[in-house]
């Protein structure tokens, strides 16, 4: 069945720039959610340049040390971004920015969110060690797999997800408390309705 592109110029354009304002993107069996950037005062520092919500760090900070226990070494590579930031993450493998081809548009879907809809935005979405689908083959990422739920954390692209979204092993989003599930809800009954 082909899946339809259901996006107009119009859509495509605010895509492009930040200024698609609807709950969700769906386009070519793809969908995205809508997140809002996480406040400053919430924002703690991993490193130099990486930020996340305080909430994630605390919980990172215990599962990495469980995690160290087992000799495993595990490290968020990125954090929060803002939707600004990510305007120049989803336009920039465009060959022909502002109008890209169809293919193109599919590709750039399927592996990056538009500005407003990455989960990176809230600050508890971190990507562990690595941006490589290799990563699933790690002693990490079995470490992970068994073990990150201990810790509030969950991955959000799994191979079978209805979002539809290529497979990222290493991108983990923090649903430990009440609030920070029901940032990611939509995102969780999406993926609950596939396995029934
Ligand atoms: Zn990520």
Redesign the pocket.
């Known amino acids: 069945m082909k899946k339809e592109i259901n996006l107009t110029k119009e859509d495509i354009s605010n895509l492009l720039n930040g200024k698609y304002n609807n709950e969700k993107v769906c386009a070519f069996g793809i969908t995205h959610f809508k997140y809002s950037d996480c406040n400053e005062e919430d924002l703690v520092q991993v490193d130099e340049v990486i930020r996340v919500h305080k909430k994630c760090k605390k919980a990172f900070d215990k599962m990495q040390n469980a995690a160290k226990e087992d000799k495993i070494r595990i490290k968020i590579v990125?954090g929060y971004r803002s939707s600004k930031y990510q305007i120049d993450i989803f336009k920039r493998k465009f060959l022909n920015k502002d109008n890209p081809t169809e293919k193109e548009l599919r590709q750039r879907l399927k592996f990056s969110a538009p500005s407003g809809f990455s989960?990176?935005h809230t600050g508890l979405?971190i990507?562990i060690n690595s941006n490589s689908q290799n990563f699933e083959k790690s002693r990490a990422y079995k470490w992970l797999a068994e073990n990150a739920n201990k810790y509030g954390f969950e991955m959000s692209f799994p191979r079978k997800c209805r979002q539809n979204l290529g497979f990222?092993p290493w991108?983990w989003r923090y649903v430990g408390d009440k609030e920070s599930e029901k940032i990611f809800n939509k995102a969780k009954m999406f993926s609950q309705d596939i396995a029934k």
């Open positions: 990125s989960e990176h979405a990507d990222e991108h």
